[in-house]
């Protein structure tokens, strides 16, 4: 599957950003897909993931009910809704996938074989 990542830009603090990622291929309904995210000097971490078939949600401590994942399987898509951003949410942000991934995995970037190219958010003050 190949992915693509977008809806980056800026954003004043506070604001919202909704990004998507859209697949291509076969089988998006069997694939985990997740958002990490890279801040300037720092390491890539696990934003947010949502499971194959059922579509559970997962999110990462810092999220702390801000952001939003979902998924539209006709439309082979994920998206991030992102509420109240903080100047510390700046980031590349990449979406990635898996299939038939493991619930104990989902924020473990090591097991996603696909990802996407990422999108900038600049959160501006």
């Known amino acids: 599957v190949q992915l693509q990542a977008c809806g980056g830009g800026l954003v004043q603090a506070g604001g919202s950003r909704r990004l998507s990622c859209s697949a291509s291929g076969r089988g998006f309904i069997n694939y985990t897909v997740a958002w990490f995210r890279q801040a300037p000097g720092k390491g890539r971490e696990f934003v947010s993931a949502?499971?194959?078939?059922?579509?559970?949600?997962y999110y990462g401590d810092f999220v702390k009910g801000r952001f939003t994942i979902s998924r539209d399987n006709d439309k082979k898509t994920v998206y991030l809704q992102m509420n109240s951003l903080q100047l510390e949410d700046t980031a590349v942000y990449y979406c990635a996938a898996a299939s038939f991934l493991h619930d104990d995995y989902y924020s473990v970037e090591q097991y996603y074989n696909f990802w996407g190219q990422g999108t900038l958010v600049t959160v501006s003050s």
């Open positions: 949502v499971k194959y078939g059922v579509g559970t949600t």
